[in-house]
């Protein structure tokens, strides 16, 4: 956390009434006089409100079950009112406030204030409504529907229904024609419907027909209107009134339309203005819709949520001060986590497409590409609906590391000696490293502060991320403070990769999830995605701009139109995992590539004991007390019927050890359950109907907190700091000029290229050089059959192999070729040295290279080759091997003198070679420690063999080949630095040269390639940084500042 800061403002989330521990039938009567309660619960459930007025009015219920269901309804309304601090209508609410060295929580004397808006549910029916006037359909602008892509002949796209009320998405596609295609390209910036259908009119196309054509567009969403949802900016009924103030919409129908907003605008602008209204106001807006419009459930008909002004309001520096170390405990008993659905998009990708980037769209289609998650593109109509769990199982997979184990052996320790708690020490943690790189660049400390005899303690839920305005990022409306707050963390968030693009995400899944992603906040760029951006064009990324490609394990994503890399952003809360459309799920998996959110998890130990014991740190709770109710004792305590379960229950309790206060749990619900309480027994019995399986966990606001009687929770934002940003950019090259019209992407089978797998162990591929293509290539070369030729190591999900590439003279001599090949092949394929051999199409690496120097780039290439084959026939046994490591430093100091690099310009190629291999090996302090000391036992043998002037004798011939492959180099290393200096490489030299190192220790080294680069990285850039501070410099060279 030492890199780490937090913001100067903190949330502050309480709920509405003081707590309740003892919630009796009179108590809840009692709570619900007031207005305000009532006023909440019908927002919260109009027919529960309805329900108690019945009960008030004396009306009888026709069965006993009516009245206890709705005692239970409200003593759980009751306690959400009093017990649960998560924002939800008039339920909590939410506050902002300063950190400050005393801390100053009134919360019984904040002023309340409410932000009151339509459900997203009703407009989405709103929409429609409008839409169905021919007039006003006129003068809209349309857009191409921005899920749209191009597969083969036809374009490809989303659409959306609704079946029972609830929004489903299909795959659609049409043939592409002139007209369709003419539309495409006219809509994608906006563009009228009446222009639309002039555009289309001609001699042979009357103007009825082009309205019919374009209003099946329109019914097969292919195009989609202006006044589709907005979820980010600003509120969607000032978004409606902007527009329909516009000239073009001076008539009478639009006016009308315009008029209804404004009267709907005010009525529900009017309830913000008391801090409780009447139920009869929502009724009279409820009414007037239902006149004006459609019928609609007055339960999906409004949203509200909630703040409190805090005069001088703030949390004092000694709870962050306590705070900060847990972060750094939590963070040491963090094991790896992996996303499994990226790791199968990796390997998909790399088996299918290598390194080569593609465009997003093409990879995602589960037809053309490869996919993603378990979402596929055909229909299977008999098992569409089943809800499956494929490929999972009731068994659980125990994996344990050595934080696992640590944690496994502390909890049979408390179980066997009967512990409520456990306690971690500094001295138990500390022998795991703190890894900073999991942090994300902003993140939400999420805490209940209490008191526990006396002293304030934290219960440290989650530090969530990837970023911080995921949990504040919904109620940025509320307060210019939290809003002020959501703008900060996003250009934190920028400041910190300033050569990408953090773009937000921009899709609406369902209309009524609408209300939890709104945010009025925006970031420079979004990408929308079935759902309307509210940046200007020029910065919204579209999916068809999008690139993905895997380089160096990492998934890359480029906007090809800005040819920048793009961090994808979602600033809230959204489950996007359950049922989400494959590039929407992408998008949000890959937020979390790097690092990831967490939170103390007991991983598959959750469900295995009954009683899971508090963990703690200091005063810091890291995990509360939770007692697991398994399938036997709920049908035990099921069984004894209503009559008994009290008594049942309260026994039940004392065996099992459990406190009289807990937290029943479902999912991120809770209900205060009183044991001692004989409501709270009944509406715990009831709870457990239909259950399989629960949890209880404790409650910790039995004492009053720093806010006062109130329960709470706090998030605090922290956020890397941005002179923390990694020093140099990520070596991750791009594309932009493609001027070289010759210059051939790819070559297929019988083409000037011929390229070969062949597929054998990592040692054994030495034998594969020198026993096959070393002899394939003389025998080529003296033939004149070849210009140049040039070979890899590389692994696939097939294993490992020797790529060799040949570039022909005359594609009229691949027969000749192929006949060689396989005459000195074949005794190695007989002796299984290698055990197969394959021929594919040459994909070139013009996203690394680019267009202009991938000819030179390939020269360069055949020349290190060569070089790399007279090498390995110069070494043997072990000490060849010593000599391996140091020759991959002697040759890439050679070859940073071809291109006549200053000693400054090789600090920065290594700086950043060693940084992103460092991330990659997750390197922390013992691997550092380890390859330091292992630089310190080398560095005078570095220091000797790269002596140019006083090389050993036996060394010689290793300088000899160096020295012939520079003078092959030279003419396409001069032609490399004339593009770079007219500016027509796709990225920076320095980019592109550590793109050549890296093939140079590729050759070079037979395993572990990568774990070899980190450390030769490392120690070049050790030895460079001490010839330039110990004045020993090397010959006078150029710069590398291109």
């Excluded at 760029?525 to 394990?553: C, F, H, R, T, W």
């Excluded at 049942?648 to 009183?674: A, K």
């Amino acid at each position: 956390m030492k890199n780490y800061s937090f913001t100067k403002t903190a949330i502050v989330r309480t709920p509405i009434e003081e707590k309740q521990v003892d919630i009796t039938w009179e108590k809840i009567l009692e709570i619900f006089s007031k207005k305000e309660n009532r006023e909440a619960l019908f927002i919260g459930s109009p027919n529960i409100y309805k329900a108690l007025l019945s009960w008030e009015k004396g009306e009888a219920f026709q069965v006993e079950e009516e009245l206890k269901n709705l005692k239970g309804s409200l003593y759980k309304y009751v306690s959400r009112l009093a017990n649960r601090s998560t924002p939800f209508g008039m339920f909590a609410a939410v506050s902002a406030v300063d950190i400050k060295p005393e801390t100053s929580l009134n919360i019984a004397e904040s002023t309340f204030g409410r932000f009151t808006k339509f459900d997203m549910y009703f407009l989405g029916s709103f929409l429609p409504v409008i839409l169905q006037n021919d007039a006003i359909q006129g003068v809209l602008k349309y857009h191409s529907n921005n899920s749209i892509y191009t597969v083969f002949d036809k374009y490809r796209y989303v659409e959306y229904y609704f079946k029972d009320n609830v929004r489903f998405h299909k795959i659609s596609e049409v043939e592409i024609s002139d007209y369709l295609e003419q539309i495409f390209e006219k809509a994608k910036n906006g563009i009228l419907l009446s222009e639309l259908v002039n555009h289309l009119v001609s001699d042979e196309i009357t103007e009825k027909d082009a309205k019919e054509f374009i209003n099946t567009l329109i019914q097969s969403q292919f195009i989609v209107s202006e006044l589709e949802f907005t979820i980010t900016g600003e509120d969607y009924l000032d978004k409606l009134l902007k527009v329909f103030s516009e000239k073009r919409f001076d008539f009478y129908e639009a006016q009308v339309i315009k008029e209804l907003i404004t009267n709907l605008k005010s009525k529900i602008n009017y309830l913000d203005t008391n801090n409780s209204n009447d139920p009869a106001l929502y009724t009279e807006i409820h009414e007037l819709v239902n006149e004006e419009l459609s019928h609609v459930d007055v339960s999906k008909l409004f949203q509200v949520d909630s703040f409190r002004k805090l005069e001088n309001g703030s949390v004092s520096f000694k709870t962050l001060k306590n705070l900060r170390p847990a972060l750094s405990v939590l963070n040491r008993l963090q094991s790896k986590f992996d996303n499994a659905n990226l790791n199968e998009f990796k390997k998909k990708f790399q088996e299918r497409f290598e390194e080569y980037e593609q465009p997003l769209v093409s990879v995602l289609d589960p037809d053309i590409g490869i996919g993603y998650g378990r979402q596929s593109g055909a229909k299977a109509p008999l098992v569409d609906d089943l809800q499956i769990n494929a490929g999972q199982s009731d068994v659980n997979q125990i994996s344990m590391d050595a934080k696992k184990t640590f944690i496994f052996k502390k909890l049979i320790q408390a179980t066997k000696n009967n512990l409520q708690s456990i306690e971690i020490t500094d001295e138990e943690v500390n022998k795991f490293e703190e890894n900073e790189a999991i942090y994300p660049d902003t993140f939400s400390a999420f805490v209940n502060v209490f008191h526990e005899n006396g002293v304030e303690k934290i219960n440290l839920k989650t530090i969530y991320g990837p970023s911080a305005n995921g949990l504040i990022g919904r109620f940025s409306h509320l307060d210019t403070r939290i809003f002020d707050l959501c703008n900060e963390v996003a250009a934190v968030e920028s400041q910190l990769h300033p050569d990408k693009i953090v773009a937000e995400i921009v899709h609406l899944p369902q209309a009524r999830t609408g209300n939890i992603l709104y945010r009025n906040f925006q970031r420079a760029y979004e990408i929308p995605y079935l759902g309307n951006a509210s940046v200007a064009k020029e910065n919204q990324i579209m999916i068809d701009d999008l690139y993905v490609s895997v380089k160096a394990g990492k998934i890359v994503l480029r906007s090809k139109r800005l040819n920048k890399e793009i961090i994808p952003r979602l600033s809230n809360a959204h489950n996007f995992g359950s049922n989400a459309l494959p590039i929407y799920h992408f998008l949000c998996d890959l937020q979390n590539q790097d690092t990831f959110g967490f939170a103390f998890n007991w991983g598959v130990l959750q469900n295995q004991f009954d009683f899971l014991p508090r963990v703690t740190y200091k005063d810091t709770v890291l995990s509360r007390a939770t007692w697991n109710i398994n399938k036997t004792e709920i049908e035990s305590i099921l069984a004894v019927g209503e009559s008994k379960n009290i008594e049942f229950i309260r026994n039940f309790r004392e065996q099992r050890n459990i406190p009289d206060l807990v937290y029943f749990t479902q999912g991120d619900n809770e209900v205060l359950i009183n044991f001692n309480n004989d409501l709270s027994c009944n509406v715990f019995y009831y709870m457990l109907k239909g259950e399989r399986f629960i949890q209880l966990k404790e409650f910790l606001f039995a004492e009053d907190t720093i806010t006062g009687t109130y329960c709470n929770e706090m998030i605090f934002t922290a956020h890397r700091n941005v002179d923390q940003k990694p020093a140099v950019a990520d070596a991750i090259q791009f594309v932009s000029k493609e001027s070289k019209a010759n210059v051939v992407p790819s070559f297929s089978i019988g083409e000037k290229w011929l390229y070969y797998k062949f597929y054998c162990g990592e040692r054994a591929g030495e034998e594969v050089l020198n026993r096959a293509i070393n002899p394939i290539v003389q025998e080529l070369e003296s033939n004149d059959l070849i210009d140049k030729w040039f070979f890899i190591r590389y692994h696939d999900a097939q294993g490992h192999h020797i790529r060799f590439r040949v570039l022909l003279k005359n594609s009229d001599s691949f027969t000749e070729c192929i006949q060689i090949v396989k005459t000195h092949i074949e005794p190695l394929e007989k002796m299984k040295i290698i055990w197969k051999t394959q021929t594919d199409n040459y994909l070139r690496e013009l996203q690394r290279y680019g267009y202009e120097a991938i000819e030179e780039t390939e020269t360069l290439f055949h020349n290190d080759s060569e070089c790399t084959l007279q090498f390995i026939d110069m070494i043997e046994g072990d000490s060849g091997e010593k000599i391996r490591w140091l020759f991959a430093l002697l040759s890439m100091d050679h070859f940073l003198d071809d291109f006549n690099i200053s000693l400054e310009g090789r600090i920065k190629l290594f700086n950043v070679a060693k940084t992103s291999f460092g991330k990659e090996f997750n390197r922390s302090g013992k691997l550092n420690k380890q390859i330091n000391e292992m630089f310190v036992s080398h560095e005078a043998e570095i220091e000797a063999f790269l002596d140019r002037n006083n090389i050993e004798e036996m060394y010689e011939p290793l300088t000899d080949i160096l020295n012939q492959r520079s003078v092959k180099n030279a003419g396409a290393v001069a032609e490399i630095k004339r593009i770079s200096s007219e500016d027509r490489l796709p990225t920076p030299l320095y980019n592109i040269m550590i793109s050549y190192v890296h093939m140079i220790c590729n050759r070079i080294f037979i395993t572990k390639q990568r774990a070899h680069e980190m450390v030769v990285y490392d120690y070049l850039y050790k030895y460079y940084s001490k010839q330039l501070h110990t004045n020993k410099p090397l010959k006078e060279k150029a710069a590398l500042t291109n």
